[in-house]
């Protein structure tokens, strides 16, 4: 590995040389925004207006570490410990997954489509980080939310997001296929969930830092890529309000069968919904 000597740079030249070896890794677009994040937290959100920055041995010894696991394709946002959704910090590391942009577009959509006064109680399946039900939580008060996951590890983490963002949600150690936990009896008013959706042959497609770094089972079926969808749209027939809602975010390769899921246990209204990348990335159910 080649060794650069951080210490007798400018602020500027450092940038300049952590990015070039980033590139090396991703696209430009993604290089540029992991070096701004790391000259943030290594020096201060305010670095540009900086007139003067000297570098210490601490710092330059955190710059090359986060190069390295960098270069062993290990995303930012485990190196950083966070991830920003919705304007909120999330704790993040490898046993949950990365909050996405389009997840974001889902809370937006959902946001627009609810009234405060028709959403009493919330229920998320496959929580992760807690960044849907923490931020419908916050969007809804007055709603009770709760949450499930099959990884302990990510309740954890998913507990301590509520607790920093001051959100109020019950989350459940509990797998979805396991129908007679209380949990998945109770009525609720909404179903939303973020699942598995990704299918083994396609992990070919899939770029290394997440391949080797996010947990497998917050990302892959098992055998059946509906079978998630198939087990919601199952279980929204026994515990959805009259009125209530579904939300899911969808792998676009099967939208139609998705929605055609719902449409055999009986809903009539739904829709496929796409993205800002006018991918068909969302299904509303009512």
């Not at 003067?52 to 601490?58: A, D, F, K, Q």
């Not at 983490?157 to 209380?182: C, M, P, Q, R, Y």
């Not at 939303?192 to 080797?212: D, F, G």
């Amino acid at each position: 590995m080649r060794l650069i000597s951080f210490a007798t740079m400018t602020l500027k030249e450092i940038i300049s040389s952590f990015q070039a070896e980033v590139d090396l890794i991703y696209d430009k677009s993604e290089s540029v925004a992991i070096t701004r994040l790391v000259i943030e937290h290594v020096f201060g959100s305010d670095y540009q207006t900086s007139n003067t920055v000297i570098v210490n041995v601490s710092q330059e010894t955190l710059i090359h570490q986060y190069l390295e696991r960098l270069r062993n394709y290990e995303p930012i946002q485990y190196i950083l410990g966070q991830a920003w959704f919705c304007n909120h910090i999330y704790k993040v590391n490898s046993s949950v997954l990365i909050p996405r942009p389009e997840t974001e577009e889902l809370i937006l959509l959902m946001k627009q489509n609810l009234k405060s006064e028709h959403v009493g109680s919330i229920i998320e399946i496959g929580t992760g980080s807690g960044c849907i039900a923490i931020e419908l939580s916050l969007l809804f008060p007055k709603a009770l939310v709760k949450a499930t996951d099959i990884s302990a590890e990510a309740i954890n983490v998913a507990i301590k997001n509520a607790s920093d963002l001051g959100a109020s949600v019950t989350f459940v150690n509990e797998s979805v296929f396991d129908s007679g936990t209380e949990t998945l009896q109770s009525k609720v008013d909404i179903i939303v969930s973020n699942p598995p959706y990704i299918a083994q042959h396609e992990a070919k497609e899939m770029h290394p830092n997440v391949l080797k770094w996010e947990p497998h089972t917050a990302l892959f079926v098992k055998e059946h890529p509906l079978e998630f969808y198939i087990t919601i749209a199952a279980l929204a027939t026994k515990i959805l309000n009259e009125n209530g809602y579904v939300f899911l975010e969808l792998n676009p390769t099967y939208a139609n069968q998705i929605a055609q899921c719902f449409k055999d246990k009986g809903f009539n209204q739904v829709e496929i919904i796409k993205d800002i990348s006018g991918k068909e990335r969302f299904l509303k159910v009512q």
